[in-house]
């Protein structure tokens, strides 16, 4: 759990002295999470942090629960300024920010550790400056945990009883031909939509991770987990390339450092939480299953892998550093 006295920023109002000349700000900021998620948790404390070491001349008022729309259309908001901070999965940003797609590419990371070695590393600032040249500029990375298949009719054991199931996914082609390689037919749709959706048997199945799968309710009506943990996708604490770069630079320090000390929150509270939701949705009943052999669900990736490097051939050096990275 987190400890306070462990702060990164206790004593930093006196040792960062913020400019008295800035203007006072609100910021707004939006999150997809319910309250008393990880990532909402880690964003109320990160706006406290910044209203703090700034005394009040940065406010952050946060929305919470994707009230401010769905994470696309907040996505345009971030890059056009009409909010300033927002906690994005960079799943739905591949198609703004091409380096922030790779890490989309289903099997690339071996496991959670290794992708932040990689975010930690040079190909993590390859993906940073590709973000932050199209207006969405990450402060900290968040843990997203892997992603697995869930449905309401059977486990998943190979990728033959993929075939012919519709699966909702994020909205990023990368993600629809995985599906399609898998031969299930990938059905795009909001977040907000996939409950009714799994209920009234508009899609089969879907793919998240523990926390998601057991906060939405999913687990309600689609109760078959199979842990293909096909996509680790990263979270990150998101600023305004423009707001950012408006700040003085001891602002811009506090900013980033409060992030950073949000992130290691969110990390904690999300390991916490990961093993309360399995433990949640195994006493409702769900039936998990491990998958024994995922070579064959990573054969069926070349294509995609192929296809993706042959329409994006700048991209294979970042690749190939991912997947070189120890």
Same mark, same amino acid.
């Given at each position: ?59 952050? *008022? ?20 009409? !909010? ?49 040249? *199209? ?97 680790? !996708? ?93």
């Amino acid at each position: 759990m987190f400890n306070p006295a462990k702060s990164m920023l206790l004593g930093v109002t006196a040792a960062v002295a913020i400019s008295s000349s800035a203007l006072a700000a609100e910021w707004r900021g939006w999150n997809i999470h319910v309250e008393g998620y990880p990532n909402t948790v880690a964003l109320d404390k990160f706006a406290e942090l910044v209203e703090g070491v700034t005394d009040g001349d940065i406010a952050l *008022k946060l929305f919470h629960g994707g009230t401010l729309g769905s994470q696309p259309d907040a996505i345009e908001q971030l890059r056009l300024g009409a !909010i300033q901070v927002a906690n994005f999965n960079l799943g739905p940003i591949g198609p703004v920010a091409p380096e922030a797609n790779v890490v989309s590419l289903p099997f690339i990371f071996k496991d959670v550790p290794h992708m932040f070695r990689v975010l930690d590393g040079e190909a993590g600032q390859v993906i940073a400056d590709g973000m932050a040249a *199209k207006g969405i500029l990450p402060l900290a990375w968040f843990d997203a945990g892997a992603r697995s298949f869930y449905n309401g009719t059977k486990s998943i054991n190979t990728p033959d009883d993929v075939i012919s199931l519709k699966v909702r996914v994020m909205n990023n082609d990368l993600y629809s031909g995985m599906i399609s390689e898998l031969g299930g037919n990938p059905s795009p749709m909001a977040f907000a939509e996939v409950y009714s959706a799994l209920q009234t048997g508009v899609v089969d199945g879907a793919e998240n991770n523990w926390p998601s799968y057991e906060s939405t309710g999913h687990y309600e009506v689609a109760g078959f987990y199979s842990l293909s943990q096909h996509l680790i !996708i990263p979270e990150c604490i998101c600023i305004n390339t423009d707001t950012f770069n408006a700040l003085s630079e001891d602002e811009q320090n506090v900013v980033r450092e409060a992030a950073q000390e949000a992130a290691i929150m969110q990390r904690e509270l999300w390991a916490e939480r990961e093993l309360a939701s399995r433990e949640k949705v195994e006493t409702a009943g769900v039936q998990v299953n491990e998958i024994a052999d995922k070579g064959p669900f990573q054969e069926a990736m070349i294509p995609v892998y192929d296809a993706y490097l042959e329409a994006n051939p700048d991209l294979r050096p970042l690749v190939e550093m991912i997947q070189g990275t120890e």
